[in-house]
């Protein structure tokens, strides 16, 4: 398979997860999810034109200064090595509570891949976040913020201060320039999903 426009990571992803409820694979936390799609990743794309690799740092794949990122390193990295085209997967696992915490996490991760694609020149990226904790896709929420942007709003959108949690120091994860929808599907058993293309 070969990648030639952004909406094929989002192809991929899908595929995966095919993949993965036909093999039943246990999902146990976001480091065991990074490995299992890495290794589906490179088993559907050929090796001789893509590079596949795990936390990579963007400095060493860019000639840009990674500290000008909101994050530095990338969760999966895929390059095309006959035309340079970059791609960068984030993922998210919470299984573990912290619901703002990691709702915000999210928000940094769609403004890293936006800096991916504007100061990097990056082809695409895509945000995989995937939870059985039902908190994430349904509950009380006060029409704004974090909670509304998963629970009802399904989408991602510049926040502005009124509506970020307390806690986040760095209020520039929220600043993100696009509006990126998106919907909640059902992955594995307790597990739902939702992919976002940058």
Not at 176 to 188: A, D, P
Request: aromatic share 16%; hydrophobic share 35%; with cysteine.
């Amino acid at each position: 398979m070969e990648m030639n426009k952004r909406s094929d990571l989002e192809k991929l992803i899908h595929k995966f997860v095919v993949y993965a409820k036909k093999k039943k694979i246990h999902l146990y936390n976001e480091a065991g999810l990074q490995f299992e799609l890495a290794f589906y990743l490179k088993s559907v794309l050929d090796e001789k034109i893509y590079k596949i690799q795990l936390e990579r740092n963007i400095g060493d794949v860019t000639n840009i200064d990674s500290t000008k990122f909101i994050k530095k390193e990338m969760d999966i990295f895929i390059q095309n090595k006959e035309t340079e085209e970059k791609y960068c997967i984030e993922l998210k696992l919470p299984n573990k509570g912290a619901y703002p915490r990691r709702m915000s996490q999210a928000f940094k991760d769609v403004k890293f891949l936006e800096e991916l694609n504007h100061l990097a020149k990056f082809s695409g990226g895509l945000l995989f976040f995937t939870t059985p904790l039902k908190p994430f896709w349904s509950g009380k929420h006060n029409g704004k913020g974090v909670y509304n942007c998963f629970r009802k709003a399904h989408m991602f959108e510049k926040l502005n201060s009124g509506e970020t949690p307390n806690f986040i120091k760095n209020k520039n994860v929220f600043e993100i320039e696009g509006c990126y929808s998106f919907q909640w599907k059902t992955f594995m058993k307790e597990y739902e999903y939702f992919t976002v293309v940058i």
